[in-house]
């Protein structure tokens, strides 16, 4: 699919086909259909999912207007049925509702490593988990389970070597039922799915 970007999202990376690979494959398995991304950027991830799925009901949400603003775009230039919306919102502030899938591709570069990207591109705001690369994992794992069916299941794309950080965050939080991760295709941890209780 030809996502329009500039310099208001993340460039799609193809690491991030893996996630999108692994919750279609859920929702197929067991007839998911309310679908909440947090962190939609240019919105490949949720109009790939629209696409891909049909019959599911998405809503795509993102703190920046600029990101919301392209992520409509593209749902429009690519999708055929209006099955996803947009709304601008700081992780789950302006979110209501419960989801059978939380989908989140969240900044996760810790700040000091950024200082070596060339963000010619690309928004800083895009890429900064804050100074351990965490911030927004532990916003994820500490209240999505308040957002989630029974059963539902949260699917989060990781940097390669965050694993047993976002793992421990996981189990610390004591909410969820349990979770694997899943490799990119250079084999490092890529993806982690959460169960919820
Ligand atoms: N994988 C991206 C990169 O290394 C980062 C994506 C993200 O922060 N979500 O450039």
Do not use: W
């Not at 593209?74 to 509702?97: T, W």
């Not at 060339?118 to 890429?127: D, G, H, N, R, V």
């Not at 308040?146 to 965050?162: M, N, S, T």
């Amino acid at each position: 699919m030809d996502f329009y970007v500039d310099e208001n999202v993340l460039i799609p990376r193809n690491d991030t086909e893996v996630l999108v690979e692994e919750v279609i494959r859920i929702c197929k398995e067991e007839g998911n259909k309310d679908i909440l991304e947090l962190c939609v950027g240019s919105g490949a991830i949720a109009i790939s999912l629209a696409k891909y799925l049909k019959d599911v009901n998405i809503l795509g949400v993102d703190i920046s207007e600029g990101a919301i603003e392209i992520a409509k775009r593209n749902a429009k230039n690519l999708l055929e049925y209006e099955n996803i919306k947009f709304i601008q919102s700081d992780m789950f502030e302006n979110v209501d509702g419960k989801f059978d899938v939380i989908v989140s591709n969240p900044p996760y570069i810790k700040s000091k490593v950024i200082e070596n990207y060339s963000l010619e591109f690309e928004p800083k705001l895009a890429l900064d988990g804050g100074e351990d690369g965490l911030e927004f994992y532990s916003i994820i794992i500490n209240e999505a389970y308040k957002y989630l069916e029974k059963e539902g299941i949260i699917a989060i794309e990781i940097g390669f070597d965050q694993k047993e950080e976002v793992e421990s965050l996981i189990r610390n939080s004591g909410k969820y039922k349990s979770h694997y991760a899943i490799k990119d295709l250079g084999g490092n941890d890529r993806v982690i799915v959460i169960y919820g209780r």
